[in-house]
């Protein structure tokens, strides 16, 4: 019985386990490893990423997911750059930026609670049609030079600390708080738990999700901002491809696909993996194609070590 | 009367749940519904709980028309339900103590003092009576932190009971509350809610397909088949050769 309950927590916790002896290893194994710069470096490289993936594992979480994240994220950075490149106040522009992602969330959690879409339906719509507005306002191009201020986010330091970092680890707290300890954060569980059950007790699933699909969408144009301020541009093709990393990262973290089971702080987990390993193969000059095949081989394990959990939990009869 | 059901139908696609189906429910009355598989029981109690609403037909809580457009304006109205499905009922990877306060959670102020607004989970608190409300539904549950998926099927009963029961329905439906339940378990669910019924007033209707128990515990049984009641007598002047007559049809 301890030691079921011990295989537990080491399962529940697997992704910070493997993080370790990832570190450990490559700290003695990869030149150049474990340094504060190069961990600077992970940290800096999983921010946007991280950002993003916030809002994937609180769709993920309900019981949905949002293919949509990409597009939004470089809709945001486009309208955003467009608006404070004529002239418009940062703060203006910014606002304008997150309300083009909420608008996009917006869109998404009606096609799937109004119209009656299935998620995959209804996000990859918009994954399509955002992208598509994307490159249509800027007629493919990338835009340059943005207002330093307007960067800060992307690329500020704040005393010795990249501004990044900062709001990941700030954005992580936030949402993870939110998850655990509100109501909302309850209900979105519970939703992706057991819709039906959810509905049938007085949750009110429809404004659950769709809150669940704007944040995401405000999410993603942060991580726009961010993206816009860490390159000093704004391409209409940014984040091309960042979904499946976003959902990889979340169910290496041990987010269920199935909805209701695992956590925030779990997700980043699978996030600073993903950017480890990168990272580490880039020190060994490995060819970056590689790296899809290695995610893959990660999310297999992923899946079978979630299944291990379910089985070590549930009532034998 | 305190609750009134008046030529109900409820077809799903070109099934004919129920037909013009009326229905009484008494002050501090228990009622059992029984009828063969596929009568209409579970649409019946889900149109009482505000899950869907009637295709046709009114229903009146003491005297006042009342639309459910949802479950929760039916607990509003202090209705609350166990339905048959576990899957209609419980989230499997959350602990007993948030399935029992499922949509009705209890939440405290984060600063009481300075910004009142901000709701945190009441967690200790929920706990605490999560083990009470157990407690008093007599099923033991070893933690209320394990997650449902832990649990038999009686003890997942137990929980979906205590959660109808905490804040005290004026109504409780019961659809088939006895089904996983061991024998002594059983008894002890009658005995609760027959002190449900009695001491307490609660009325309640109670669908089950075990007629031993329905003559102990309901003092009134309502017959259901293919959708429409076809008969109704109380336990004390009826015997169980001449319900189960009624339930399957025919001389
Ligand atoms: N959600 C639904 N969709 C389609 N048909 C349903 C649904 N719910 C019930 N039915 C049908 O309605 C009839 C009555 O079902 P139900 O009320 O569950 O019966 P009982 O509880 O008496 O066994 C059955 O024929 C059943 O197949
Ligand atoms: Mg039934």
Redesign the interface.
Known sequence: MKRREFLKTVLDNSVWVILSIFLIFNAFYTPRFFTVLNLRNILIHSSILGIVVIGESLCLLSGHFDLSVESTLALAAVVGSLLVKNGMGIFTSILAMLLSGGMVGLVNGMLIRKVGLNAFVATLITYIGVRGTALGIVEGKTIWNLPPSFCFLGAGTIWLFPVQILLLIGLYGVFHLLLI???FG??V??VG??Q?????????VDRVVVSVFVLSGFLSAFAGLVMAGRLNSASPLFGTGMVFEAMSAAIIGGISLRG??GSLPMALGGVLLLSSISNVLNLHAVSPYWIQTIRAIMILFAVVLDSLK?RL???E? | MLLQLENVSKSFGEVRALENVSFVLNYHEIVGLVGGNGAGKSTLIKIL?G?FPPDKGRIYLEGQEVVFR???EA?NHGIYTV?QKM????????DVT?NIF????V?RP?FRSFIPFI???AKREMEKEAEEILSRVGIRIDSVRR?I????GGQRQAVALA?AIRKKPKILLLDEPTAALGVKEKFQVLRLIRRLGKEEGISIVIVSHNLEEVFEVVDRIVVLRNGQVVGECSPSQATKERVVQMIVGGE
């Open positions: 300890t509100t109501r309850r209900h569980y519970l738990d057991n039906l059950a959810a509905r049938i007790s007085g949750i009110n209701g089971v379910r939990v549930r009532y009869e | 709980a899950v949802n479950p929760k607990h339905h899957e209609e009922i419980l989230a499997p990877h959350h948030a499922m949509g009705e959670e939440t984060l709701k945190v989970l997650p998926v832990s649990y038999s959660r």
